[in-house]
């Protein structure tokens, strides 16, 4: 174990350096794009098409004003509808008139005089899923128009590009050159922009679970949508709950890596009464937030932010669960015990430690355990993630669980 220890320390030592070399002396290396999870809001969640200018505003000054932002969520993004259902007459894409009066270039600008960063939602298809759906007039996708799109984009500022497959056409092979070519558009304009797929909606298999996008994106979904709720028991099918999208996510750790996530969608912390589905209790909101941060998932909050009770705010706003996310060693958790409903996960830290989750998917409290094998480690202090209380311990790593809880430790070998 301790072996172990040592040669993490010294790779994420040697990563250092290796990071370190490109800069010039005295300028200070710039951080690679999406080196981390991404960290934000999108709007889908809660809002869903019912978006303006002052909605996104008032979200970005309460991002700043709830501390989010200073824990770490960077990107304001915009979900779909925010477009002109019309092209302009030489083709191209602008704000919604009636709800984006000052156009998407002075929301982003507002956006980054927060010192957050901007993001936008677009299809590689003819028509975004609002527009399939019949929920937005229109036919403004990306397809045929990907470089000219990718320079308006980059001309208004935007940092962060959601792009939705949404049609029931299209094999693999053509997702995969259709993410290509906006990749490779957004690359020539020279700004670094998060670049976020899916290639789910509207397929069956789902290609986000079948293929692994690295080196296209730098997040690709896994699932199909994500509503307020514990389980659906959905397959991969609309719509998910937290432990039905853990079941998928957790058949593909391998492809998390720095600069690609596998993206379990957005988080319903904080988020209630969608389609029916009341949202999630505080407990469940916890759980899924800390499995989130477990599984290197990107963490885009969905809630209205400029309402949330205090607790929401304090699941959101921990700070030590969001470190377990933005490790600079990017792994996410492996499941290292299920025990049909009592499941245990770790993921090793960058710098050595452990972080292990306790989740408890059944309806009632248990006691679950780590053994020392599954954590590697026998003699350690570990930190409770939630209460930040700190204890010694050696042996097996036990804890009482609610239901439909997780309990996380980030363990320190001794
Ligand atoms: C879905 C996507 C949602 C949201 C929606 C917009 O396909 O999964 O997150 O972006 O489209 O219409």
Known sequence: MRRSFVLAATVTALAGICVALPAEAGTPAEPATAATPPMGWNSWNSFGCEIDENKIKSMADALVASGMRDAGYQYVVIDDCWFDPNRTADG???????????????????????????????????????????????????????????????????????????????????????????????????????????????????????????????????????????????????????????????????????????????????????????????????????????????????????????????????????????DSLARQADLVDSQGTAQVYRKPMADGSIVVGLLNRTETARDLTATTAQLGLDEYTARDLHTGEVTGRSGDLKAAVPAHGLQLFRLYGS
């Open 92 to 326: 191209s894409l602008r704000g919604d008139p009636k709800r984006f009066p000052s156009g998407m270039k002075a929301v982003g600008d507002y956006v980054h005089g927060k010192g957050l960063k901007f993001g936008l939602y677009q299809v590689p298809t003819e028509k975004t899923c609002a527009q399939r759906n019949n929920a937005y007039p229109g036919e403004t996708g990306s397809g045929g128009h990907e470089h000219a799109d990718a320079r308006t984009f980059a001309s208004w500022g935007v940092d962060y590009l959601k792009y939705d497959w949404c049609s029931p056409a299209g094999t693999l092979d053509d997702q995969i050159r259709g993410f290509t070519t906006m990749r490779d558009a957004l690359a020539a304009t020279g700004r670094p922009i998060v670049y976020s797929i899916n290639a789910n909606s509207y397929h069956f298999p789902k290609n986000g679970q079948v293929h692994d996008w690295n080196g296209i994106a730098h997040l690709s979904r896994t699932t199909e949508d994500i509503k307020p709720v514990w389980k659906t028991g959905n397959p991969n099918e609309y719509p998910m709950g937290v432990t039905d999208i853990i079941d998928i996510n957790n058949a593909l750790t391998e492809r998390a890596k720095p600069g690609y996530y596998n993206d379990p969608d957005m988080l319903e912390v904080g988020v209630y009464d969608v389609e029916g589905y009341p949202g999630l209790t505080d407990t469940e909101a916890r759980a899924h937030f800390g499995m989130w941060a477990l599984m290197s998932a990107p963490l885009i909050a969905g809630n209205d932010v400029r309402a949330m009770k205090p607790e929401i705010s304090r699941i959101l706003n921990n700070r030590d669960v969001i470190a377990v996310n933005q």
